[in-house]
T-cell receptor, first 113, second 112 residues
Framework: DAGVIQSPRHEVTEMGQEVTLRCKPI?????LFWYRQTMMRGLELLIY????????DSGMPEDRFSAKMPNASFSTLKIQPSEPRDSAVYFC???????????FGPGTRLTVL | AQSVAQPEDQVNVAEGNPLTVKCTYS??????LFWYVQYPNRGLQFLLK??????LVKGSYGFEAEFNKSQTSFHLKKPSALVSDSALYFC??????????FGQGTTLQVKP
């Protein structure tokens, strides 16, 4: 299995631009998680889906952030408009049923200038 | 509220010596506990978990962790540290909605 796949691996953009991060979970996994990691705030859960349905989006910072999971094999995290404080590494993770562990992707390093 | 604490920002140990990375938790009900490791510029990798059963859990790369209910702790241990174990380690507990609550992480530095 290829593991969780994220694209792009690196993204540099200018303030105000739209950014879309993509994730392909491991086949057969039915839960998907989006995290953000920064030095200041550590690892934060943004949103998670179960069977393609958003279960908890309480970690989404503000309306500029949105996430979708149109099918079991694809999810996007969109930031519009982006701001410099959004600069971070964004991770996607997937899992089968509980209480199994989550498998993390390699992350997308986002830099907003 | 559920929470996880990793009281040490960094742990330094000499190669060949035993290592311990500390974790304490607060959760209602029976805890599900996890340890992950993160190498530079990589995603988190699962090491081990405690769900139920034996309090001593064995995981990847020779790591183990001991669940202590009375002390609400789940410390990560390894009998003999390797330089290649140097990384960032995260403890996590499942909350009652199914999410993982992660600690702030502990940097392990193993010196030759």
């Amino acid at each position: 299995d290829a593991g969780v796949i994220q694209s792009p691996r690196h993204e540099v953009t200018e303030m105000g631009q739209e950014v879309t991060l993509r994730c392909k979970p491991i086949s057969g996994h039915n839960s998907l998680f989006w995290y953000r990691q920064t030095m200041m705030r550590g690892l934060e859960l943004l949103i998670y889906f179960n069977n393609n349905v958003p279960i908890d989006d309480s970690g989404m910072p503000e309306d500029r952030f949105s996430a979708k999971m149109p099918n079991a094999s694809f999810s996007t995290l969109k930031i519009q408009p982006s701001e410099p404080r959004d600069s971070a590494v964004y991770f996607c993770a997937s899992r089968t049923s509980e209480p199994n562990e989550q498998f993390f992707g390699p992350g997308t390093r986002l830099t907003v200038l | 509220a559920q929470s996880v604490a990793q009281p040490e920002d960094q742990v330094n140990v000499a190669e060949g010596n035993p290592l311990t990375v500390k974790c304490t938790y607060s959760v209602s009900g029976n805890p599900y506990l996890f340890w992950y490791v993160q190498y530079p510029n990589r995603g988190l990798q699962f090491l081990l978990k405690y769900i139920t059963g034996d309090n001593l859990v064995k995981g990847s790369y020779g790591f183990e962790a001991e669940f202590n209910k009375s002390q609400t702790s789940f410390h990560l241990k390894k009998p003999s540290a390797l330089v290649s174990d140097s990384a960032l380690y995260f403890c996590a507990v499942r909350d009652n909605t199914g999410k993982l609550i992660f600690g702030q992480g502990t940097t392990l530095q193993v010196k030759p």
